[in-house]
C-alpha cells in the first residue's frame, strides 16, 4: 500500500482533514488541479459507501482455551472480553470525542454530595429472551459484582458502595458509603453490564448467557467454538449490520497474520509490530492503530521472596532499557513506562515523575544491598502477554546485560492465565487499561484487590488512593495522584516498561472500524460495523 493510499484511506476514515489531505497530495508531488479532483472523487466515493446489512464477520483473538467464559462477573482474558462485548451492554459508555454517552441509561445525576447517584434507564429495551429490561434487572447484575462471594474482579472497584437498588422500573440508585465522582465512569467499565434478574453463575456455565447486546449466543463452547447472531430486536433501529460473528483464538502473531491476509479471517487482534509493514503493504487489509492505556506488566510476588526485598525490586527496576525494548519489540509505537499503571493521556498523569534510569551501578548497588548478587532471577513469559514472549526475552536480556541475571522460562498460551498469572513468583501480564486513574489502581495495587497481580501493600498509597476517590478538588487530587506515582516508582512490586498503542488488523471489506482508547479491535463497538463484500 502506498502513501497515498495510506493518505487516501486515513481521509475517508475520518482521522485526515480536507486541508491536511491537501496539502499531503501536494507533498507528493499532485497539481493543485490533480490534487483538488482527487479530494472530490475520494469524497464522492465515501459518500456512495452505503452500509449493507448482513454477512458473517470472523474475529481472532489471541487464544482460547477450556476456561473461556461468558459470564460478566468472570471475564478476564481477551476472548472473554471479545464476547462480552457482543452480548451485553453498559448504561453508560465512554466513546472517543464524545466523553460519556447514554447506552441503557439516558441520565446519570448525583445528589449534592455526591454520596448517591441515580441513573435513568432506557425504556422499551429487549433482552435476547424478548424480556423487558427494568431497574431490577441492573441493581441485580451490578450486586453481583458487589457480592464478594460472587468471586467479581469488579468487586475491588466498588469498595465505596453500599447498595444499589431500584426504583421503580425506571431508576438504579447507587448508595455510597463515602463521596466517589467517578461513578459515571466506574460504570463504562466493560464488567458493567445488565443481564436479566436471577442469571446466577451456573446460568453461564451451561451457556444460558442473555444480555441485551446487539448479537445474541448462537453456539458456544469453551475453547472450541463462540458464534453470535444478531439480535433482532436491538435497542438500536436498524443495527447491527452484521448478522453474525464467529470469534476464535489464534495464539501464534504471525499465524493470525497469514489468516487475515489468506482471507480465513476478517479481524485480528493484537498485530505484533514487526507485522505492522506486512499488513500495510498487503492489498487485502489495513492496520488499526489506536494510542491507550494498554500495557504490559511484569509483577514480582512480594510475598515470595527474593521480592520481598525493595532493595532487589530496585535493581531490576534500574535494569531495563524501556527505550531499547519499545524500539525493538514495539517499533516505537508507544510511549515509555514509569513502573505505574496512568497512561500520559490521563489527566492525572505526572510528567516530572519520571522512569527510574537505567543504571549498572545502581543495579550493582541494591543486588549486594540485598545479599542476591549471584541471584538468577526467572520470570515466565507467553505470547499471551502484550508483546509476546519475544518482549520478556528483550526486557530480560537488557536487565542481564546491566547486570541482573534474567532467564525466561517459556510457557505455552494455553491455559497461561489460570496457571502461571497470579501463582509464580515473576510472570509477564497484560492491562487493557482503565476508564479512569482509580479504576485501574482499585483492581490491581490497592491492597487485598481482586488482580492485585504483585501481591503489594502499601499503606500510605492505599490511604492516597482512597482519598483522590473522595476529593472534588482537582488540584489537590492531582497532588495525591503524584504521590501515588512516585510511591509506586520507587516502592511498587511491578515493571511496568512501555505502555503500547492497541494495534489490531482487519480486512479492507470491514467497514467503519473504528479503534478506542480503552480497548483492542475498537473496543468491540461493533454495531456500526458493516461487511462490503466487492472490496474484497
Not at 459508555?93 to 455526591?114: H, K, M, Q, R, S
Not at 505484533?272 to 498487503?282: F, M
Not at 541475571?405 to 487493557?432: H, I, T
Request: charged share 20%; net charge negative.
Amino acid at each position: 500500500m502506498s502513501k497515498k493510499d495510506i493518505l487516501i484511506q486515513e481521509f475517508k476514515r475520518g482521522k485526515v482533514s480536507r486541508r491536511d489531505f491537501q496539502n499531503g497530495l501536494l507533498g507528493m508531488g499532485l497539481t493543485a488541479a490533480a490534487a483538488s479532483t482527487l479530494i472530490d472523487n475520494t469524497i464522492s466515493e465515501a459518500q456512495a459507501a452505503t452500509p449493507q446489512a448482513g454477512g458473517s464477520l470472523r474475529a481472532a483473538s489471541t487464544g482460547s482455551s477450556a476456561a473461556d467464559t461468558l459470564d460478566p462477573a468472570k471475564i478476564v482474558a481477551g476472548i472473554d472480553i471479545m464476547r462480552a462485548g457482543l452480548l451485553y451492554n453498559r448504561l453508560i459508555d465512554f466513546l472517543p470525542g464524545e466523553g460519556l454517552v447514554g447506552n441503557l441509561a439516558t441520565n446519570w445525576e448525583p445528589n449534592a454530595d455526591a454520596t448517591q447517584w441515580t441513573i435513568e434507564l432506557l425504556d422499551g429495551v429487549e433482552f435476547h429472551n424478548g424480556k423487558t429490561m427494568t431497574a431490577a434487572d441492573a441493581a441485580y447484575s451490578f450486586n453481583r459484582h458487589l457480592d464478594p462471594d460472587t468471586g467479581s474482579p469488579a468487586n475491588a472497584y466498588m469498595g465505596d458502595i453500599e447498595s444499589i437498588t431500584a426504583d421503580g422500573d425506571k431508576y438504579v440508585v447507587f448508595n455510597m458509603k463515602t463521596p466517589n465522582a467517578d461513578i459515571p465512569y466506574l460504570l463504562s467499565e466493560y464488567h458493567f453490564t445488565v443481564q436479566p434478574e436471577g442469571a446466577d453463575t451456573e446460568s453461564y456455565v451451561d451457556g444460558e448467557a442473555i444480555g441485551t447486546g446487539a448479537w445474541k449466543v448462537a453456539e458456544f463452547e469453551p475453547g472450541i467454538v463462540g458464534i453470535f447472531e444478531a439480535h433482532t430486536s436491538y435497542h438500536r433501529n436498524g443495527r447491527p449490520y452484521v448478522s453474525e460473528i464467529d470469534t476464535f483464538g489464534i495464539p501464534d502473531g504471525s499465524t493470525r497474520v497469514n489468516a487475515l491476509l489468506a482471507d480465513e479471517v476478517d479481524i485480528i487482534t493484537a498485530l505484533e509490530p514487526q507485522l505492522v509493514e506486512t499488513v500495510a503493504n498487503s492489498d487485502s487489509a489495513q492496520v488499526l492503530n489506536q494510542p491507550g492505556g494498554a500495557h504490559p506488566t511484569y509483577p514480582m510476588r512480594s510475598d515470595t521472596a527474593p521480592y520481598t526485598d525493595n532493595n532487589v525490586r530496585l535493581a531490576l527496576k534500574h535494569a531495563v532499557d524501556r527505550e531499547r525494548m519499545l524500539n525493538l519489540v514495539w517499533q516505537g509505537l508507544g510511549t515509555v513506562g514509569r513502573d505505574h499503571p496512568i497512561p500520559q493521556h490521563d489527566p492525572f498523569f505526572a510528567p516530572d515523575v519520571e522512569a527510574l534510569p537505567r543504571d549498572p551501578d545502581k543495579v550493582a548497588y541494591y543486588l549486594k544491598k540485598a545479599g542476591a548478587e549471584n541471584t538468577v532471577f526467572e520470570i515466565f513469559g507467553s505470547d499471551s502477554n502484550f508483546g509476546g514472549v519475544d518482549a520478556t526475552i528483550v526486557m530480560a536480556e537488557t536487565m542481564s546485560e546491566a547486570g541482573a541475571n534474567v532467564q525466561v522460562k517459556r510457557v505455552p498460551s494455553d491455559g497461561y492465565w489460570s496457571a502461571v498469572w497470579l501463582k509464580e513468583p515473576w510472570c509477564g501480564s497484560s492491562w487493557y487499561g482503565r476508564p479512569t486513574a482509580d479504576l485501574m489502581l482499585a483492581i490491581a495495587y490497592i491492597s487485598g484487590g481482586a488482580w492485585n497481580e504483585s501481591y503489594w501493600s502499601n499503606e500510605r498509597f492505599d490511604s492516597l488512593v482512597l482519598e483522590a476517590r473522595q476529593s472534588v478538588d482537582e488540584d489537590l487530587r492531582r497532588e495525591l495522584y503524584r504521590e501515588i506515582q512516585i510511591i509506586m516508582r520507587d516502592e511498587g512490586s511491578t515493571v511496568t516498561p512501555v505502555f503500547t498503542n492497541w494495534l489490531d488488523a482487519y480486512s479492507n471489506k470491514v467497514k467503519d472500524l473504528k479503534g478506542h482508547p480503552h480497548g483492542f479491535a475498537g473496543w468491540m463497538y461493533w454495531e456500526d460495523v458493516w461487511i462490503d463484500d466487492s472490496t474484497a
